[in-house]
């Protein structure tokens, strides 16, 4: 099996946890990927045989890079076309560097599988879907976008082996989280981060609402700023008060973070979304304003139909708009566990394995 993606953590997170899928029932899983991606770091360490090849984002506007972009793609494709060849299925999951992949095992008569992570689908996946055997989606919105001859099966977003341990062992994951941060058991605990590298509006509004909550002895904030950022965010919550807050600026262990928390402040990635629901955690999303297409938002306002999360979007964020929303949620216990259990049936912890049957499927 192979497959093709990357770009971002968002495409690698979910191709790795369907390649673990897919190598736990016997199968040989290799990745394709860009050199100067993501992917380049964490497919090795995943322990998968990785293959690199030079790739570049289609530009979105008329310009010479814009004419040149077929034509680059169709290069790549050839270089991969020997990987591919021998290869039962291809998985593109997403992204620029998925394009080569695909095309690569169109000219072989390699059947193709895409996985779409996002509500509103990305220009590869739509552009590639009439190539594929079937597209995956993480979200039911997505699947009119594809139209009517496209055949679409509903999925899931595949999460990483470490968070779906939240769902079977909380508890025993929770108190590894509150003895690591020096957290306490009897406090409702919010959980802010904004990505891998953080976000700095949410972080400067985090700060201003720790401010706001200071007096709230039963409360306590965990705050993961991103490396650039901690340094920043610990001068401005020097304050004192009675609530207890945590500043990480890199979360390797993001399950005992989820573990311990009854409320998450994030962005709306696909990954991001995948990962809250699977724990069944209540969320206030603030989708990344500038997201392709709006996909953010519209992955936001998916959950919150569901039930399972409250938005705030980026230019309504304020540290006193963030404070009332977070009060708004942990004074009012009965709501927030009316949302984790939405959040909960909204999950997917079985994507991984749903997709690998389909994939099996299609190579078979």
């Known amino acids: 099996m192979v497959i093709g993606g990357g770009g971002t953590g968002g495409h690698v997170v979910p ?49 010479v890079a814009a004419l040149r972009a077929p034509w680059t793609a169709i290069d790549a494709a050839r270089r991969v076309r020997p990987l591919v060849g021998g290869a039962s299925a291809v998985i593109g999951m997403g992204g620029y560097v998925s394009v080569s992949t695909v095309l690569a ?21 739509r552009a590639l879907a009439r190539l594929a055997r079937l597209v995956a989606v993480s979200f039911a919105d997505a699947r009119a976008r594809f139209g009517r001859r496209i055949r679409v099966e509903m999925t899931g977003n595949p999460v990483r082996e470490e968070i779906l341990r939240v769902v079977e062992e909380r508890d025993t994951l929770a108190k590894e989280g509150r003895e690591s941060l020096d957290l306490e058991e009897d406090r409702t605990t919010v959980l802010i981060f904004g990505g891998s ?44 008060g009675d609530l207890l807050v945590r500043t990480l600026g890199f979360a390797d262990r993001m399950e005992l973070l989820y573990a311990c928390a009854n409320v998450a402040v994030s962005r709306s990635g696909a990954t991001t979304i995948a990962e809250l629901t699977v724990c069944g955690l209540p969320a206030l999303l603030i989708p990344y304003p500038y997201a392709t297409h709006g996909h953010q938002e519209a992955n936001a306002r998916a959950l919150q139909r569901a039930g399972g999360a409250s938005v705030l979007l980026d230019d309504q964020l304020s540290a006193p708009a963030l404070a009332e929303r977070i009060q708004s949620l942990v004074d009012h216990p009965a709501r927030l566990s009316a949302m984790a259990e939405r959040s909960r049936a909204f999950g997917r912890p079985d994507a991984a394995a749903r997709l690998a049957d389909l994939v099996e499927e299609v190579a078979s």
């Open 15 to 63: 191709g790795i946890a369907l390649g673990k899928a897919l190598r736990d029932r016997g199968h040989d899983v290799r990745f394709v990927g860009g050199s100067g991606g993501v992917e380049a770091r964490m497919v090795p360490d995943a322990g998968f045989e990785f293959h690199a090849m030079s790739a570049t984002p289609f530009p979105r506007r008329v310009s």
């Open 105 to 125: 095992a169109r000219r072989e008569g390699v059947p193709v599988v895409l996985h779409e992570q996002n509500a509103i689908p990305g220009l590869a996946n």
């Open 197 to 240: 590298q953080g976000a700095l509006h949410i972080d400067r509004a985090a700060v201003g609402a720790c401010r706001l909550l200071r007096d709230r002895a039963d409360l306590q904030v965990v705050l993961v700023t991103g490396p650039a950022h901690l340094d920043d965010v610990r001068r401005g919550l020097r304050t004192g």
